[in-house]
């Protein structure tokens, strides 16, 4: 009778940690579903020249990100 109650035990633990990971929510972030760190850097590629040397000239593209977040991160 104690197997029972033991592999009942575990049986129904199981079944609470499956049902407890399929409801687990996956949030976007604040930024996005796809935003990594990662994926932020390969973004600012364009500005490795402009971080190097002080007198570059700082292109379109390097401004374009930097200009995007601004916008999607300013608080009211």
Known sequence: MEAYTKVFGILGLLVFVSISEIHRVEGAGECGRSTTPDNE?????????????EKAEVTQNCLDPITTHRALTRRP
Not at 41 to 47: M, Y
């Open 41 to 53: 850097a390969i973004k600012l590629i364009p500005c490795v020249s402009a971080a190097k040397d």
